[in-house]
């Protein structure tokens, strides 16, 4: 944006703004004209029809009039008042009541000129409105002939400290009225001529002060082509960014070549122990044809739990290290990374190829040996946590980096990657589906190929939510499954930010069901206070059915498979949000026999906890859970935090706007692609986004 900018004005250009109005809306993050511009209001009400009171109707309505008289009554319910004012206008009376609303007495006087807004029932007074919506006016016109706040659509703006919405319409009104007659649009006209959306200043003068005749509806949907055109601007400009990304990693050759033959495709056929399915193949054929290009991959995987994305990684490092190349595989715990190691060791053996597991332990000799390795590149495949990235000169001819369960790797760290004059081939996978406009938000810069097929044979697992008063029949269950020789997982939810409390929860539950109600079976436990020795003693005596149950927190969440394992009891599965409890289901139904999900739940339940566990009774498909998660938590808490990659969006709502955001990812593809590097958008969008995606590190 150029230094004239009228939009980065400081408020306190605006008339009406002084200090101390200024640091009122500077505590609410209110800085420049545009901050208050571009902060949409909380709701819209049309005052275009104030209607008579003599006319007044039972229903919705707005009257504006005098305060006649404002009391508090007191009720014969102790403590129980009543607030009543009776306001006059030119045909008559209307009385409106609060309940237990003292400080209205503060608030109204007699002679006030308002407008009310609101529910009218009829009482033997006469039309009475029930806790409308008030606001003090002046009901006489200003210099345009027409009232702001009156007779028209007008905007509430969310209260700020001090600020009533009444004045902030007024700072609205002027700011708007300073604007020039053109500002500059990183809208491309061919776009707003296609969709026929109003220019940024029409826009910005429409979404505060609606022309006549707008639908209210429309409005409060944030729908109207004003709305709609400032929200496409917001994705556009982050989608921008994330295309300036992309096309940045683009721009650069990549020092390593990889090549695919016929050994390569034999090395891969030895390291398979079954036949891909189809949603496989296409990943692998997505994969495989980034790598062989000039320039680096930077691709996400998609799939549920259990589609087997493990599988498509390995051969993609395969393909990798068949080229002479170095591949590091990251988990996000220990645990993962162990069990990574324990399978691409087991599937590498009959190979040329070298794998070693890199875990963050003490110095040791076995520790140093493995560095060692890696540095002469004798070790060809890592496995670690994200510790094995912090030493950069570790490695020898990294040419694949893959992130395995892993949504908090954001586009900055990404970006750090290449750093250091590298360019490793990227491949990051989640570990459950994300909804799509998610993924074009906070995967924008990345390709992706999506696993939608499971591994044949898998049945769905059967769900069934109880009170936690039957666990009897449960714990029935349980025993049932053990003299099948099935064994079974008994979760506990993290009931505070602390391992120590969660571990004796564990403890204690375990306890109580090998003297009780599992008495005579084999448990073990596992959370998140044992020393990873510990932790992989418990995991490997399940594994190897030294254990028929283990009971365990939330540690085991990710990743882990045990065919055998056919029954999953989730301890206060309210507790547990969507993509968990998704995650946590898909540790069974990993063999070929039916298995079984209980989520017993304690009461009273929210709404939300309903929907959830409803959710998770009705469905399996994880894009499907994925897409009732956003419905249900939105996206800010479905994602965690702002380093989860979500953008913070000012007026565009990753839930209602989703097409929107679809578009804007499209569109800033094409842009990028056909505009000069220093066309308008792509610069503008550069200076929003730069410091949040490090882009000048980038290239
Ligand atoms: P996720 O996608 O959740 O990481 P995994 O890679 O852990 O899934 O795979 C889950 C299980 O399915 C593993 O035991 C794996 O060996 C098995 N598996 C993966 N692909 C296939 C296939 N095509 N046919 C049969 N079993 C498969
Ligand atoms: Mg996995």
Known sequence: MTPADPLQDPLGAVPGVGPARAAALASAGLHTVEDLLLRFPLRYED????????????????????????????????????????VRDDSGEATAVWFNQR??????????????????????????????????????????????????????????????????????????????????????????????????RQALVETHFPPDGTSVEALNACRTPAQVRLILE?????????????????????????????????????????????????????IVDDLQ?????????????????TMVALLAAVVAMASGLQVVLMAPTELLAEQHARTVAARLAG?????????????????AETLAAIESGAAHLVVGTH???????????????????QHRFGVGQRARLRTKGRHPDVLVMTATPIPRTLTLTAFGDLDVSVIRDLPPGRLPVKTTVRPESRRDEVYAFVREQVAAGRQVYVVLPLIEESDKV???????????????????????????????????????????????????????????????????????????????????????????????????YERPLSDEAKARLEAMAETTDGFVIAERDLAIRGP????????????????????????????????????????????????????????????????
């Open 47 to 86: 005052r275009s029809q104030i209607a008579a009171i003599a006319s007044l109707r039972p229903g919705t309505a707005t009257i504006a009039g005098e305060i006649v008289s404002a009391e508090v009554r007191p009720t014969r319910r102790p403590r129980f008042t009543v607030f009543e004012v009776r």
């Open 636 to 699: 800010g808490d479905m994602f965690g935090t702002r380093q989860a990659g979500l953008p913070t969006l000012r007026i565009g709502d990753l839930r209602r706007d989703q097409p929107l955001m679809a578009e804007a990812h499209a569109l800033a593809r094409d842009l990028v692609a056909r505009l000069p590097a220093d066309a308008l958008p792509r610069r503008i969008a550069r200076l929003a986004w730069a410091g949040r995606f490090n882009l000048a590190q980038v290239g």
């Open 103 to 200: 400080f209205l007495a503060q608030v109204f006087r007699p002679g006030q000129q308002a407008v009310l807004h609101g529910t009218v029932e009829w009482t033997s007074q006469g039309p009475q409105f029930q806790s409308p919506q008030y606001e003090f006016v002046d009901l006489e016109p200003d210099q345009t002939g027409r009232s702001l706040h009156s007779g028209r659509i007008v905007p509430v703006h969310e209260r700020v400290g001090p600020l009533s919405p009444k004045l902030q319409r007024d700072l609205v009104a002027r700011a708007l009225a300073r604007l020039p007659a053109h500002l500059p649009d990183p809208l491309p006209e061919e776009i707003r001529t296609a969709r026929q959306l109003p220019g940024r």
């Open 293 to 309: 290009r000039p320039v680096a991959m930077n691709r996400l995987l998609q799939g549920d739990v259990g589609a087997g994305k």
């Open 387 to 405: 510790a094995v990235l912090e030493d950069p000169a570790l490695f020898h001819g990294l040419g694949l980096v893959i992130i395995d369960e």
């Open 351 to 367: 190979t040329p190829f070298r794998s070693v597991l890199l875990t963050g332990g003490p110095r040791s000799r076995a520790r």
């Open 502 to 600: 969660d571990a004796r929860a564990a403890v204690e539950m375990a306890e109580t069901l090998r003297t009780g109600a599992l008495a005579g079976l084999r448990l073990a436990v596992l959370h998140g206070r044992l020393t990873s020795t510990d932790k992989q003693a418990a995991m490997q005596a399940f594994v190897s059915h030294a254990v028929d149950v283990l009971v365990t927190t939330t540690v085991i969440e990710v990743g882990v498979d045990v065919a055998n394992a056919s029954l999953m009891v989730v301890e206060h599965a309210e507790r547990f949000g969507l993509a968990q409890l998704h995650q946590l289901r898909g540790r069974v139904g990993r063999g070929a026999d039916q298995s079984y999900c209980v989520l017993l």
């Open 234 to 286: 917001e994705f556009l400009l982050f989608q921008l960014a994330l295309a300036e990304q992309r096309a940045a990693v683009v721009a650069v050759t990549k020092p390593h070549r990889v090549a695919v033959d016929a050994e390569v495709r034999a090395l891969a056929r030895r390291v398979l122990p079954f036949r891909l399915t189809e949603g496989q193949k296409q990943a692998l054929r997505e």
